[in-house]
């Protein structure tokens, strides 16, 4: 059941994204270029997604277990450190050169063509090198 679920959400989901045009890298560059040939239709979905996000945490807030009974996953920290800041930064730096986000790219893969591989192949990448990274970091930083 729980597999389902997930499935029917991911399927539905990844619907929304095709539908909204999220997975159109051209429609998401003209979203964010805000100084240029600025396209604000994606500004309807960026809204529109914040509301069931807003009942999915409003249900949280009142819930500790998921109508399939596994643990629901702990509220987002409020903290707003350097780490939050840089992979902000570098997330929206990846999200305004590709036009993808990991949504979009994975929803677009069976059309996107080759770009939407690569970028698939170098999103893992960052996920696998990431952690890795930001220890080393962290140990730079508390040997300074």
Same mark, same amino acid.
Request: glycine share 14%; with cysteine; net charge positive.
């Given at each position: +059941? ?14 929304? =994204?095709?539908?909204?045009?999220? !997975?159109? !890298? @051209? ?22 997604? +914040?509301?069931? +996000? @807003? ?9 500790? !277990?998921?109508?399939? #009974? ?13 780490? =939050? ?10 999200? #305004? ?27 893992? !990448?960052?996920?696998?090198? @990431? ?14």
């Amino acid at each position: +059941m729980r597999l389902l679920i997930a499935l029917l959400a991911g399927s539905l989901f990844g619907a929304g =994204l095709f539908i909204s045009g999220m !997975t159109d !890298t @051209a429609k998401v560059q003209g979203w964010l270029d805000i100084f240029g040939n600025w396209d604000p239709t994606l500004a309807f979905v960026m809204g529109g997604a +914040m509301i069931p +996000m @807003a009942l999915a945490w409003l249900v949280r807030a009142r819930r500790a !277990t998921a109508l399939t #009974g596994g643990p629901l996953p702990p509220p987002p920290s409020r903290r707003i450190d350097r780490p =939050l800041i840089l992979g902000s930064v570098l997330f929206g730096i990846g999200w #305004g050169l590709a036009g993808l986000c990991p949504g979009p790219a994975i929803a677009s893969l069976s059309y996107g063509g080759a770009g939407h591989w690569l970028f698939l192949a170098a999103m893992l !990448t960052g996920m696998a090198v @990431a952690p890795q990274l930001r220890s080393r970091l962290d140990r730079a930083v508390a040997a300074e």
